[in-house]
Protein backbone atom coordinates (compact mmCIF):
# COMPACT_ATOMS: atom_id res chain seq x y z
CA UNK A 1 0.00 0.00 0.00
CA UNK A 2 2.96 2.33 1.17
CA UNK A 3 4.82 1.33 -2.39
CA UNK A 4 1.51 2.14 -4.21
CA UNK A 5 1.03 5.59 -2.30
CA UNK A 6 4.50 6.91 -2.70
CA UNK A 7 4.34 5.45 -6.26
CA UNK A 8 1.49 7.05 -7.55
CA UNK A 9 0.69 9.91 -4.88
CA UNK A 10 3.51 11.50 -3.42
CA UNK A 11 6.50 10.84 -5.61
CA UNK A 12 4.23 12.64 -8.95
CA UNK A 13 3.07 15.82 -6.79
CA UNK A 14 6.81 16.55 -5.42
CA UNK A 15 8.37 15.89 -9.03
CA UNK A 16 10.75 13.42 -7.50
CA UNK A 17 12.25 11.69 -10.48
CA UNK A 18 13.52 8.50 -8.74
CA UNK A 19 12.56 6.56 -6.04
CA UNK A 20 16.71 5.52 -5.42
CA UNK A 21 18.16 5.94 -2.24
CA UNK A 22 19.81 9.33 -2.54
CA UNK A 23 19.77 12.40 -5.13
CA UNK A 24 22.74 13.30 -7.14
CA UNK A 25 23.64 16.60 -7.90
CA UNK A 26 25.83 18.94 -9.71
CA UNK A 27 26.65 21.36 -7.87
CA UNK A 28 28.30 24.54 -9.06
CA UNK A 29 30.78 25.30 -7.00
CA UNK A 30 32.62 28.38 -7.98
CA UNK A 31 36.49 29.07 -5.99
CA UNK A 32 35.36 29.81 -2.31
CA UNK A 33 31.80 29.18 -2.50
CA UNK A 34 30.76 27.40 0.51
CA UNK A 35 27.53 24.96 1.59
CA UNK A 36 24.70 25.85 3.76
CA UNK A 37 23.26 22.49 5.67
CA UNK A 38 19.94 22.73 7.39
CA UNK A 39 16.72 20.71 9.13
CA UNK A 40 13.99 21.30 10.52
CA UNK A 41 10.71 18.80 11.51
CA UNK A 42 7.29 20.31 11.50
CA UNK A 43 4.26 19.35 13.69
CA UNK A 44 2.56 21.80 14.23
CA UNK A 45 -1.58 21.15 14.85
CA UNK A 46 -3.90 22.39 13.66
CA UNK A 47 -2.13 20.94 10.29
CA UNK A 48 -4.03 23.87 8.31
CA UNK A 49 -4.25 27.56 9.82
CA UNK A 50 -5.38 31.10 8.36
CA UNK A 51 -2.51 31.43 5.77
CA UNK A 52 -1.03 28.33 5.47
CA UNK A 53 -0.93 24.74 6.54
CA UNK A 54 2.51 22.03 7.15
CA UNK A 55 3.56 21.78 3.73
CA UNK A 56 4.39 25.26 3.13
CA UNK A 57 5.78 25.70 6.45
CA UNK A 58 7.91 23.07 6.16
CA UNK A 59 9.30 24.27 2.92
CA UNK A 60 9.46 27.96 4.25
CA UNK A 61 10.99 27.35 7.21
CA UNK A 62 14.24 25.22 5.85
CA UNK A 63 14.47 27.79 2.80
CA UNK A 64 14.39 30.62 5.35
CA UNK A 65 17.10 29.06 7.86
CA UNK A 66 19.10 28.70 4.77
CA UNK A 67 18.43 32.49 3.32
CA UNK A 68 19.31 34.18 6.32
CA UNK A 69 22.60 32.22 6.85
CA UNK A 70 23.60 34.17 3.93
CA UNK A 71 22.85 30.77 0.85
CA UNK A 72 21.23 30.58 -1.84
CA UNK A 73 18.89 27.35 -1.04
CA UNK A 74 18.51 24.78 -4.14
CA UNK A 75 17.52 21.43 -2.83
CA UNK A 76 15.34 20.25 -0.12
CA UNK A 77 14.32 16.60 1.04
CA UNK A 78 10.94 15.91 2.60
CA UNK A 79 10.50 13.18 4.96
CA UNK A 80 7.10 12.50 5.89
CA UNK A 81 5.40 10.32 8.94
CA UNK A 82 1.80 9.62 8.84
CA UNK A 83 -0.69 8.27 11.04
CA UNK A 84 -2.46 5.92 9.41
CA UNK A 85 -6.26 7.00 8.49
CA UNK A 86 -4.93 10.07 7.81
CA UNK A 87 -7.62 11.78 5.04
CA UNK A 88 -5.91 10.75 1.54
CA UNK A 89 -7.48 14.24 0.83
CA UNK A 90 -6.01 16.01 3.57
CA UNK A 91 -2.34 14.46 2.35
CA UNK A 92 -2.86 15.42 -1.30
CA UNK A 93 -3.80 19.39 -0.19
CA UNK A 94 -0.66 18.90 2.08
CA UNK A 95 1.57 17.80 -1.28
CA UNK A 96 -0.31 20.20 -3.30
CA UNK A 97 1.14 23.09 -0.73
CA UNK A 98 4.60 21.70 -0.52
CA UNK A 99 5.14 21.17 -4.31
CA UNK A 100 3.59 24.87 -4.80
CA UNK A 101 5.80 26.73 -2.19
CA UNK A 102 9.35 24.53 -3.60
CA UNK A 103 8.08 26.55 -6.62
CA UNK A 104 7.74 29.88 -5.40
CA UNK A 105 10.54 29.43 -3.63
CA UNK A 106 12.08 28.30 -6.48
CA UNK A 107 13.98 25.28 -4.78
CA UNK A 108 13.84 21.68 -5.86
CA UNK A 109 12.21 19.00 -3.64
CA UNK A 110 15.04 15.92 -4.33
CA UNK A 111 14.91 13.29 -2.41
CA UNK A 112 11.99 12.01 -0.08
CA UNK A 113 10.97 9.44 2.64
CA UNK A 114 7.59 8.27 3.78
CA UNK A 115 6.69 6.64 7.04
CA UNK A 116 3.12 5.23 7.99
CA UNK A 117 2.83 4.62 12.00
CA UNK A 118 -0.32 2.86 13.03
CA UNK A 119 -2.88 4.97 14.49
CA UNK A 120 -2.55 7.14 17.70
CA UNK A 121 1.37 6.97 16.88
CA UNK A 122 1.68 9.94 15.91
CA UNK A 123 -0.78 13.23 15.46
CA UNK A 124 -2.09 13.15 11.88
CA UNK A 125 1.48 14.07 10.07
CA UNK A 126 4.76 15.10 10.66
CA UNK A 127 7.09 16.87 8.26
CA UNK A 128 10.92 16.94 8.19
CA UNK A 129 12.55 19.27 5.56
CA UNK A 130 16.16 19.28 4.84
CA UNK A 131 18.14 21.43 2.85
CA UNK A 132 21.52 22.26 0.91
CA UNK A 133 22.11 26.18 -0.25
CA UNK A 134 25.46 27.60 -1.60
CA UNK A 135 26.63 30.40 0.08
CA UNK A 136 28.47 32.83 -2.53
CA UNK A 137 32.58 33.91 -1.68
CA UNK A 138 32.64 37.19 0.16
CA UNK A 139 29.74 36.33 2.40
CA UNK A 140 30.33 36.83 6.16
CA UNK A 141 27.58 36.71 8.34
CA UNK A 142 27.98 35.85 12.10
CA UNK A 143 27.96 37.54 15.54
CA UNK A 144 31.35 38.18 15.20
CA UNK A 145 30.49 41.01 12.53
CA UNK A 146 28.23 42.64 15.56
CA UNK A 147 29.62 46.00 16.82
CA UNK A 148 28.32 48.47 19.24
CA UNK A 149 25.85 50.55 17.67
CA UNK A 150 24.90 48.11 14.87
CA UNK A 151 20.81 48.56 13.93
CA UNK A 152 18.53 46.06 14.37
CA UNK A 153 16.22 45.78 12.03
CA UNK A 154 13.00 43.54 11.46
CA UNK A 155 11.73 43.04 7.82
CA UNK A 156 8.17 42.16 8.69
CA UNK A 157 4.90 42.80 10.76
CA UNK A 158 5.42 40.15 13.80
CA UNK A 159 3.45 37.71 15.78
CA UNK A 160 0.99 36.63 12.58
CA UNK A 161 1.92 32.97 12.56
CA UNK A 162 1.55 32.03 16.14
CA UNK A 163 -1.82 33.96 16.44
CA UNK A 164 -3.04 32.66 13.34
CA UNK A 165 -2.53 29.09 14.59
CA UNK A 166 -3.28 29.89 18.60
CA UNK A 167 -6.66 31.57 16.82
CA UNK A 168 -7.83 28.41 14.81
CA UNK A 169 -6.73 26.04 17.82
CA UNK A 170 -9.16 27.82 20.21
CA UNK A 171 -11.84 28.54 17.31
CA UNK A 172 -11.32 32.03 17.63
CA UNK A 173 -12.04 34.62 14.77
CA UNK A 174 -10.69 37.91 14.38
CA UNK A 175 -12.17 40.49 11.55
CA UNK A 176 -9.68 40.99 9.38
CA UNK A 177 -8.31 37.51 9.66
CA UNK A 178 -4.81 37.00 11.34
CA UNK A 179 -2.92 35.35 8.33
CA UNK A 180 0.26 33.23 9.11
CA UNK A 181 3.16 35.39 7.32
CA UNK A 182 4.77 32.05 5.78
CA UNK A 183 6.52 32.79 3.13
CA UNK A 184 9.97 32.01 1.43
CA UNK A 185 12.45 34.76 2.40
CA UNK A 186 15.49 34.07 0.22
CA UNK A 187 14.33 36.30 -2.32
CA UNK A 188 14.62 39.37 -0.19
CA UNK A 189 17.91 38.11 1.48
CA UNK A 190 19.34 37.64 -2.05
CA UNK A 191 18.18 41.33 -2.66
CA UNK A 192 19.63 42.71 0.46
CA UNK A 193 23.07 40.57 0.33
CA UNK A 194 23.42 41.31 -3.38
CA UNK A 195 23.25 45.35 -3.21
CA UNK A 196 24.34 45.76 0.45
CA UNK A 197 26.07 42.98 1.16
CA UNK A 198 29.06 44.44 3.64
CA UNK A 199 26.70 46.25 5.30
CA UNK A 200 24.15 43.02 6.90
CA UNK A 201 26.14 41.29 10.16
CA UNK A 202 24.01 38.90 10.48
CA UNK A 203 20.41 37.77 9.73
CA UNK A 204 17.96 35.14 11.63
CA UNK A 205 14.43 34.31 11.35
CA UNK A 206 12.52 34.81 14.36
CA UNK A 207 10.53 31.15 14.83
CA UNK A 208 9.74 29.55 17.65
CA UNK A 209 10.24 31.49 20.93
CA UNK A 210 9.60 34.89 18.18
CA UNK A 211 11.58 38.13 18.28
CA UNK A 212 12.31 38.05 21.83
CA UNK A 213 14.64 34.80 21.97
CA UNK A 214 16.11 35.65 18.70
CA UNK A 215 17.78 38.72 19.81
CA UNK A 216 18.35 36.97 23.14
CA UNK A 217 20.51 34.56 21.33
CA UNK A 218 22.27 36.74 18.71
CA UNK A 219 23.32 39.11 21.71
CA UNK A 220 24.52 35.79 23.77
CA UNK A 221 26.52 35.30 20.46
CA UNK A 222 27.65 38.59 20.10
CA UNK A 223 28.69 39.06 23.90
CA UNK A 224 26.67 42.94 23.65
CA UNK A 225 23.45 43.99 24.42
CA UNK A 226 20.26 44.67 22.14
CA UNK A 227 18.19 47.93 22.93
CA UNK A 228 14.12 47.53 21.65
CA UNK A 229 12.16 50.31 21.71
CA UNK A 230 8.30 49.00 22.32
CA UNK A 231 7.22 51.87 20.13
CA UNK A 232 8.93 50.94 17.29
CA UNK A 233 7.84 47.16 17.30
CA UNK A 234 5.61 46.41 13.93
CA UNK A 235 2.53 44.99 15.45
CA UNK A 236 -0.89 44.86 13.43
CA UNK A 237 -3.38 45.92 15.39
CA UNK A 238 -5.27 42.23 15.20
CA UNK A 239 -2.25 40.62 16.46
CA UNK A 240 -2.01 42.91 19.40
CA UNK A 241 -5.71 42.59 19.95
CA UNK A 242 -5.49 38.49 20.20
CA UNK A 243 -1.79 38.98 22.24
CA UNK A 244 -4.26 40.38 25.12
CA UNK A 245 -6.88 38.28 24.56
CA UNK A 246 -5.09 34.98 24.88
CA UNK A 247 -2.26 36.61 27.45
CA UNK A 248 0.41 36.32 25.21
CA UNK A 249 3.25 38.47 24.85
CA UNK A 250 4.05 39.61 20.92
CA UNK A 251 7.48 39.68 21.65
CA UNK A 252 7.25 35.96 22.08
CA UNK A 253 5.01 34.76 19.26
CA UNK A 254 6.42 32.74 16.34
CA UNK A 255 6.91 34.13 12.98
CA UNK A 256 7.25 32.31 9.66
CA UNK A 257 8.27 35.02 7.19
CA UNK A 258 10.02 37.43 8.95
CA UNK A 259 13.77 38.47 9.52
CA UNK A 260 16.04 40.28 11.95
CA UNK A 261 18.87 41.89 10.34
CA UNK A 262 21.89 43.71 12.39
CA UNK A 263 23.52 46.20 10.51
CA UNK A 264 25.80 48.66 9.79
CA UNK A 265 24.62 52.00 11.41
CA UNK A 266 25.46 53.80 8.40
CA UNK A 267 23.66 51.90 5.96
CA UNK A 268 20.37 51.15 8.10
CA UNK A 269 17.95 53.77 5.60
CA UNK A 270 19.36 52.22 2.94
CA UNK A 271 18.75 48.53 3.54
CA UNK A 272 15.77 49.13 5.43
CA UNK A 273 14.76 51.32 2.27
CA UNK A 274 16.06 48.26 0.14
CA UNK A 275 13.78 45.68 2.29
CA UNK A 276 10.66 47.89 1.84
CA UNK A 277 11.07 47.60 -1.67
CA UNK A 278 10.26 44.20 -1.53
CA UNK A 279 6.65 42.98 -1.06
CA UNK A 280 7.82 40.80 2.02
CA UNK A 281 9.55 43.79 3.24
CA UNK A 282 7.22 46.17 3.02
CA UNK A 283 6.17 46.56 6.91
CA UNK A 284 10.39 46.85 7.81
CA UNK A 285 11.13 48.43 10.61
CA UNK A 286 14.26 49.87 12.92
CA UNK A 287 13.48 48.46 15.84
CA UNK A 288 16.76 49.30 18.05
CA UNK A 289 20.38 49.21 17.96
CA UNK A 290 23.12 47.36 19.60
CA UNK A 291 24.84 48.86 22.60
CA UNK A 292 28.08 47.99 25.03
CA UNK A 293 27.36 45.61 28.29
CA UNK A 294 26.79 47.03 31.43
CA UNK A 295 29.54 46.61 34.19
CA UNK A 296 29.78 42.85 34.03
CA UNK A 297 26.64 41.60 33.36
CA UNK A 298 26.18 38.64 31.04
CA UNK A 299 24.65 40.35 27.46
CA UNK A 300 20.84 41.64 27.38
CA UNK A 301 18.33 42.36 25.68
CA UNK A 302 16.65 45.86 26.78
CA UNK A 303 12.82 47.13 26.49
CA UNK A 304 12.60 50.74 25.96
CA UNK A 305 8.87 50.76 26.87
CA UNK A 306 6.22 53.29 25.70
CA UNK A 307 6.19 54.96 28.70
CA UNK A 308 9.87 55.84 29.05
CA UNK A 309 10.89 52.57 31.31
CA UNK A 310 13.21 49.58 30.55
CA UNK A 311 12.75 46.48 31.26
CA UNK A 312 15.08 43.03 30.85
CA UNK A 313 13.74 41.01 27.58
CA UNK A 314 14.62 37.09 28.84
CA UNK A 315 14.34 33.52 27.14
CA UNK A 316 10.45 32.47 28.01
CA UNK A 317 11.08 31.25 30.86
CA UNK A 318 7.06 28.84 31.45
CA UNK A 319 6.39 27.10 28.83
CA UNK A 320 6.43 28.11 25.29
CA UNK A 321 3.46 27.46 22.70
CA UNK A 322 3.99 24.07 21.62
CA UNK A 323 3.27 22.98 18.16
CA UNK A 324 3.16 26.33 16.80
CA UNK A 325 5.25 24.91 13.68
CA UNK B 1 12.85 24.19 29.29
CA UNK B 2 13.60 22.97 25.52
CA UNK B 3 16.63 25.44 25.09
CA UNK B 4 18.00 23.96 28.50
CA UNK B 5 17.60 20.65 27.22
CA UNK B 6 18.72 21.64 23.52
CA UNK B 7 21.71 23.47 25.20
CA UNK B 8 22.97 21.48 27.58
CA UNK B 9 22.09 17.87 26.52
CA UNK B 10 21.97 17.63 22.92
CA UNK B 11 24.29 20.09 21.45
CA UNK B 12 27.09 18.55 23.46
CA UNK B 13 26.18 14.86 23.04
CA UNK B 14 26.23 15.10 19.24
CA UNK B 15 29.20 18.31 19.24
CA UNK B 16 27.12 20.90 17.17
CA UNK B 17 28.76 23.39 17.16
CA UNK B 18 26.38 26.14 17.02
CA UNK B 19 22.63 26.21 17.09
CA UNK B 20 22.19 28.66 14.31
CA UNK B 21 20.30 28.34 11.27
CA UNK B 22 22.26 26.36 9.20
CA UNK B 23 25.77 24.53 9.38
CA UNK B 24 27.74 26.42 6.50
CA UNK B 25 30.31 24.00 5.28
CA UNK B 26 33.05 24.63 3.37
CA UNK B 27 33.19 21.89 0.50
CA UNK B 28 35.89 20.71 -1.51
CA UNK B 29 34.98 19.61 -4.80
CA UNK B 30 37.40 18.50 -6.85
CA UNK B 31 36.18 19.03 -10.97
CA UNK B 32 33.07 16.75 -11.98
CA UNK B 33 32.58 15.50 -8.29
CA UNK B 34 28.48 15.85 -7.26
CA UNK B 35 26.47 15.87 -4.18
CA UNK B 36 24.48 12.96 -3.14
CA UNK B 37 21.88 14.22 -0.14
CA UNK B 38 19.27 11.62 0.50
CA UNK B 39 16.92 11.55 4.01
CA UNK B 40 14.64 9.23 6.05
CA UNK B 41 12.76 8.95 8.73
CA UNK B 42 12.99 6.56 11.83
CA UNK B 43 9.67 5.40 14.14
CA UNK B 44 10.99 2.18 14.82
CA UNK B 45 9.44 0.15 17.70
CA UNK B 46 10.35 -0.46 20.31
CA UNK B 47 12.88 2.35 20.34
CA UNK B 48 15.81 -0.62 21.63
CA UNK B 49 16.50 -3.93 20.08
CA UNK B 50 19.24 -6.78 19.92
CA UNK B 51 22.39 -4.84 18.29
CA UNK B 52 21.21 -1.69 18.37
CA UNK B 53 18.23 1.29 18.73
CA UNK B 54 16.78 3.88 16.84
CA UNK B 55 20.02 6.32 17.48
CA UNK B 56 22.21 4.09 15.16
CA UNK B 57 20.05 2.94 13.11
CA UNK B 58 19.15 6.34 11.90
CA UNK B 59 22.75 7.35 10.95
CA UNK B 60 23.82 4.31 9.93
CA UNK B 61 20.74 4.16 7.63
CA UNK B 62 21.65 7.73 6.04
CA UNK B 63 24.98 6.78 5.74
CA UNK B 64 23.93 3.42 3.60
CA UNK B 65 21.98 5.36 1.74
CA UNK B 66 24.86 7.86 1.02
CA UNK B 67 27.12 4.90 0.24
CA UNK B 68 25.33 2.48 -2.25
CA UNK B 69 24.29 5.66 -4.46
CA UNK B 70 28.62 5.48 -5.20
CA UNK B 71 28.93 8.31 -2.35
CA UNK B 72 31.08 9.31 0.79
CA UNK B 73 28.86 10.22 3.12
CA UNK B 74 30.51 13.55 5.23
CA UNK B 75 27.37 15.47 6.83
CA UNK B 76 24.62 14.72 8.31
CA UNK B 77 21.78 16.78 10.04
CA UNK B 78 19.40 15.19 12.93
CA UNK B 79 15.85 16.14 13.79
CA UNK B 80 14.60 14.84 16.59
CA UNK B 81 10.60 14.52 17.80
CA UNK B 82 10.08 14.32 21.45
CA UNK B 83 7.12 13.20 23.48
CA UNK B 84 6.62 14.88 26.39
CA UNK B 85 7.43 12.69 29.09
CA UNK B 86 9.95 10.72 27.40
CA UNK B 87 13.30 9.54 30.36
CA UNK B 88 16.08 11.80 29.95
CA UNK B 89 17.83 8.85 30.08
CA UNK B 90 16.64 6.90 27.64
CA UNK B 91 17.10 10.20 25.14
CA UNK B 92 20.77 10.12 26.50
CA UNK B 93 21.77 6.82 25.42
CA UNK B 94 20.29 7.29 22.10
CA UNK B 95 22.06 10.71 21.85
CA UNK B 96 25.15 8.84 22.81
CA UNK B 97 24.33 5.68 20.46
CA UNK B 98 24.04 9.22 17.63
CA UNK B 99 26.94 10.24 18.52
CA UNK B 100 29.03 6.94 18.61
CA UNK B 101 27.40 6.02 15.29
CA UNK B 102 28.77 8.73 13.42
CA UNK B 103 32.36 8.35 14.83
CA UNK B 104 32.34 5.21 13.39
CA UNK B 105 30.89 5.90 10.01
CA UNK B 106 33.10 8.93 9.95
CA UNK B 107 31.09 11.50 9.32
CA UNK B 108 29.59 14.98 11.45
CA UNK B 109 26.47 15.51 12.77
CA UNK B 110 26.30 19.31 11.35
CA UNK B 111 22.71 20.50 12.41
CA UNK B 112 20.00 19.40 13.96
CA UNK B 113 16.38 20.43 15.12
CA UNK B 114 14.33 19.47 18.43
CA UNK B 115 10.21 19.46 18.73
CA UNK B 116 8.83 17.80 21.75
CA UNK B 117 5.16 17.32 21.29
CA UNK B 118 2.49 16.74 23.98
CA UNK B 119 1.64 13.02 25.89
CA UNK B 120 0.64 10.98 22.57
CA UNK B 121 1.59 13.35 20.21
CA UNK B 122 3.74 10.70 19.02
CA UNK B 123 5.37 7.91 20.43
CA UNK B 124 8.36 8.25 22.74
CA UNK B 125 11.27 9.47 19.79
CA UNK B 126 11.14 9.82 16.09
CA UNK B 127 14.07 10.73 14.55
CA UNK B 128 15.18 12.23 10.92
CA UNK B 129 18.55 12.13 9.33
CA UNK B 130 19.83 13.50 6.23
CA UNK B 131 23.11 13.33 4.74
CA UNK B 132 25.57 14.52 1.83
CA UNK B 133 28.08 12.98 0.30
CA UNK B 134 30.60 13.38 -2.45
CA UNK B 135 30.84 11.38 -5.22
CA UNK B 136 33.93 11.09 -7.08
CA UNK B 137 34.05 11.76 -10.86
CA UNK B 138 34.03 9.06 -12.86
CA UNK B 139 31.90 6.46 -10.47
CA UNK B 140 28.47 5.87 -12.37
CA UNK B 141 26.48 3.81 -10.91
CA UNK B 142 22.70 3.13 -11.87
CA UNK B 143 20.40 0.39 -14.02
CA UNK B 144 21.40 1.83 -17.34
CA UNK B 145 24.00 0.14 -16.73
CA UNK B 146 22.93 -3.56 -15.89
CA UNK B 147 23.28 -6.05 -18.88
CA UNK B 148 22.28 -9.42 -18.72
CA UNK B 149 24.27 -11.78 -17.51
CA UNK B 150 25.85 -9.63 -14.63
CA UNK B 151 25.62 -11.05 -11.19
CA UNK B 152 23.96 -10.07 -7.97
CA UNK B 153 25.88 -10.25 -5.06
CA UNK B 154 24.62 -9.77 -1.38
CA UNK B 155 27.00 -8.53 1.29
CA UNK B 156 26.04 -10.67 4.32
CA UNK B 157 23.11 -12.38 5.76
CA UNK B 158 19.78 -11.13 5.50
CA UNK B 159 16.87 -10.67 7.73
CA UNK B 160 18.69 -9.82 10.99
CA UNK B 161 16.99 -6.37 11.34
CA UNK B 162 13.98 -7.32 11.11
CA UNK B 163 14.03 -10.33 13.22
CA UNK B 164 15.60 -8.67 16.17
CA UNK B 165 13.30 -6.45 15.88
CA UNK B 166 9.96 -8.20 15.48
CA UNK B 167 11.71 -10.61 18.74
CA UNK B 168 12.04 -7.78 21.18
CA UNK B 169 8.52 -6.75 20.20
CA UNK B 170 6.95 -10.26 20.64
CA UNK B 171 8.91 -10.81 23.89
CA UNK B 172 10.94 -13.86 22.02
CA UNK B 173 14.36 -14.79 22.87
CA UNK B 174 16.44 -16.74 20.53
CA UNK B 175 19.72 -18.68 21.49
CA UNK B 176 21.99 -17.33 20.04
CA UNK B 177 19.82 -14.16 19.93
CA UNK B 178 19.33 -12.63 16.64
CA UNK B 179 20.98 -9.15 16.33
CA UNK B 180 20.48 -6.65 14.40
CA UNK B 181 22.94 -5.73 11.47
CA UNK B 182 22.30 -2.05 11.72
CA UNK B 183 26.40 -0.87 10.38
CA UNK B 184 27.67 1.79 8.44
CA UNK B 185 28.74 0.32 4.90
CA UNK B 186 30.41 3.66 3.92
CA UNK B 187 34.03 1.97 4.37
CA UNK B 188 32.99 -1.41 2.42
CA UNK B 189 31.47 0.70 -0.65
CA UNK B 190 34.51 2.93 -0.63
CA UNK B 191 36.83 0.09 -0.83
CA UNK B 192 34.61 -1.56 -3.55
CA UNK B 193 34.66 1.43 -5.71
CA UNK B 194 38.12 2.37 -5.20
CA UNK B 195 39.56 -1.14 -6.27
CA UNK B 196 36.44 -2.09 -8.61
CA UNK B 197 34.72 0.98 -9.86
CA UNK B 198 34.23 -0.31 -12.92
CA UNK B 199 32.54 -3.90 -11.92
CA UNK B 200 29.85 -2.55 -9.90
CA UNK B 201 27.10 -1.64 -11.44
CA UNK B 202 24.74 -0.83 -9.08
CA UNK B 203 24.00 -1.28 -5.05
CA UNK B 204 21.14 -0.91 -2.92
CA UNK B 205 20.53 -1.59 0.47
CA UNK B 206 17.45 -4.14 0.83
CA UNK B 207 16.12 -2.10 3.82
CA UNK B 208 12.18 -1.82 4.52
CA UNK B 209 10.97 -4.75 2.75
CA UNK B 210 13.92 -6.50 2.01
CA UNK B 211 15.65 -8.24 -0.40
CA UNK B 212 12.97 -8.83 -2.49
CA UNK B 213 11.49 -5.55 -2.70
CA UNK B 214 14.68 -4.27 -3.78
CA UNK B 215 15.65 -6.68 -6.53
CA UNK B 216 12.31 -6.37 -7.60
CA UNK B 217 12.48 -2.41 -7.41
CA UNK B 218 16.28 -2.89 -9.34
CA UNK B 219 14.37 -4.92 -12.13
CA UNK B 220 11.74 -2.76 -12.57
CA UNK B 221 14.08 0.00 -13.31
CA UNK B 222 16.69 -1.70 -15.15
CA UNK B 223 14.07 -3.70 -17.63
CA UNK B 224 15.33 -6.78 -17.21
CA UNK B 225 14.59 -10.37 -15.25
CA UNK B 226 16.68 -10.87 -11.93
CA UNK B 227 16.70 -14.99 -11.43
CA UNK B 228 18.30 -16.13 -7.76
CA UNK B 229 18.92 -19.29 -6.31
CA UNK B 230 17.07 -20.17 -2.82
CA UNK B 231 19.82 -22.44 -1.94
CA UNK B 232 22.28 -19.41 -2.05
CA UNK B 233 20.79 -17.14 0.27
CA UNK B 234 22.83 -16.56 3.34
CA UNK B 235 20.11 -16.82 5.97
CA UNK B 236 21.32 -17.60 9.59
CA UNK B 237 19.71 -20.67 11.17
CA UNK B 238 17.91 -17.81 13.79
CA UNK B 239 16.40 -16.32 11.26
CA UNK B 240 15.19 -19.14 9.13
CA UNK B 241 13.37 -20.47 12.82
CA UNK B 242 11.73 -17.40 13.32
CA UNK B 243 10.80 -16.53 10.03
CA UNK B 244 9.19 -20.39 10.50
CA UNK B 245 7.75 -19.07 13.81
CA UNK B 246 6.39 -15.75 13.14
CA UNK B 247 5.23 -16.72 9.48
CA UNK B 248 8.03 -14.42 7.61
CA UNK B 249 9.35 -14.77 4.68
CA UNK B 250 12.99 -13.64 4.97
CA UNK B 251 13.50 -12.11 1.42
CA UNK B 252 11.21 -9.51 2.75
CA UNK B 253 12.41 -8.97 5.86
CA UNK B 254 14.40 -5.17 6.76
CA UNK B 255 18.39 -5.39 6.58
CA UNK B 256 20.01 -2.58 7.93
CA UNK B 257 23.68 -3.57 6.86
CA UNK B 258 24.00 -5.32 3.90
CA UNK B 259 23.57 -4.43 0.44
CA UNK B 260 22.99 -5.66 -2.98
CA UNK B 261 25.51 -5.15 -5.97
CA UNK B 262 24.65 -5.15 -9.40
CA UNK B 263 28.34 -6.14 -10.61
CA UNK B 264 29.98 -7.41 -14.10
CA UNK B 265 30.49 -11.39 -15.06
CA UNK B 266 33.83 -11.27 -15.19
CA UNK B 267 34.75 -9.38 -12.17
CA UNK B 268 31.78 -11.15 -9.80
CA UNK B 269 34.24 -13.70 -8.04
CA UNK B 270 37.13 -10.96 -7.33
CA UNK B 271 34.57 -8.55 -6.48
CA UNK B 272 33.06 -11.19 -4.04
CA UNK B 273 36.51 -11.91 -2.52
CA UNK B 274 36.90 -8.31 -2.04
CA UNK B 275 33.86 -7.99 0.10
CA UNK B 276 34.84 -11.09 2.11
CA UNK B 277 38.09 -9.49 3.08
CA UNK B 278 35.88 -7.08 4.90
CA UNK B 279 34.30 -7.77 8.48
CA UNK B 280 31.18 -6.23 7.06
CA UNK B 281 30.84 -8.48 4.41
CA UNK B 282 32.59 -11.76 5.42
CA UNK B 283 29.43 -13.68 4.65
CA UNK B 284 28.97 -11.95 0.92
CA UNK B 285 27.39 -14.77 -1.30
CA UNK B 286 26.43 -14.49 -5.15
CA UNK B 287 22.78 -15.58 -4.81
CA UNK B 288 21.60 -14.88 -8.89
CA UNK B 289 22.30 -13.16 -11.91
CA UNK B 290 20.06 -10.59 -14.20
CA UNK B 291 18.55 -12.71 -16.89
CA UNK B 292 16.36 -11.27 -20.08
CA UNK B 293 12.65 -10.88 -20.30
CA UNK B 294 10.59 -13.36 -21.17
CA UNK B 295 8.30 -12.22 -24.22
CA UNK B 296 6.63 -9.02 -23.60
CA UNK B 297 6.07 -9.64 -19.64
CA UNK B 298 7.28 -6.72 -17.35
CA UNK B 299 10.41 -7.43 -15.47
CA UNK B 300 9.92 -10.39 -12.80
CA UNK B 301 12.48 -11.33 -10.26
CA UNK B 302 11.99 -15.32 -10.17
CA UNK B 303 13.33 -17.70 -7.44
CA UNK B 304 15.03 -21.06 -8.48
CA UNK B 305 13.95 -22.76 -5.07
CA UNK B 306 15.68 -26.19 -3.43
CA UNK B 307 13.02 -28.48 -4.63
CA UNK B 308 14.13 -27.09 -8.41
CA UNK B 309 11.15 -25.27 -9.33
CA UNK B 310 10.99 -21.23 -9.89
CA UNK B 311 8.44 -18.88 -8.55
CA UNK B 312 7.75 -14.70 -9.10
CA UNK B 313 9.15 -13.10 -6.29
CA UNK B 314 6.49 -9.78 -5.72
CA UNK B 315 6.10 -6.78 -4.35
CA UNK B 316 4.34 -7.65 -0.73
CA UNK B 317 0.80 -7.48 -1.49
CA UNK B 318 -0.43 -7.33 1.67
CA UNK B 319 0.72 -5.76 4.79
CA UNK B 320 4.58 -4.95 5.67
CA UNK B 321 5.87 -5.13 8.75
CA UNK B 322 5.39 -1.53 9.98
CA UNK B 323 7.90 0.28 12.45
CA UNK B 324 10.76 -1.99 11.56
CA UNK B 325 13.04 1.03 11.13
Not at 16 to 37: H, N, P, V, Y
Not at 163 to 181: K, Q, Y
Request: proline fraction near 5%.
Amino acid sequence: MMHGLIRELISPTLALSSLSDAAILQAELRGGARLAFSTDSYVVSPLFFPGGNIGDLAINGTVNDLAVSGAKPLWLTVGLIIEEGLPIETLKQVLNSIADAAQRANVRVVAGDTKVVNRGGCDQLFINTAGIGVVDEGIDLGPHRIKVGDIVIVSGMIGNHGIAVMAERNGLTFDPPVLSDTAPLNGLTERLLGSEGNAIKMMRDPTRGGVATTLKEIALESGLNIEIDETELPIAAGVNGACELLGLDPLYVANEGILIAIVDRDRAQSVLNLMRSNPLGKDAAIIGEVTPLRGDRSPLVLLRTSIGGRRIVDMLAGEQLTRIC
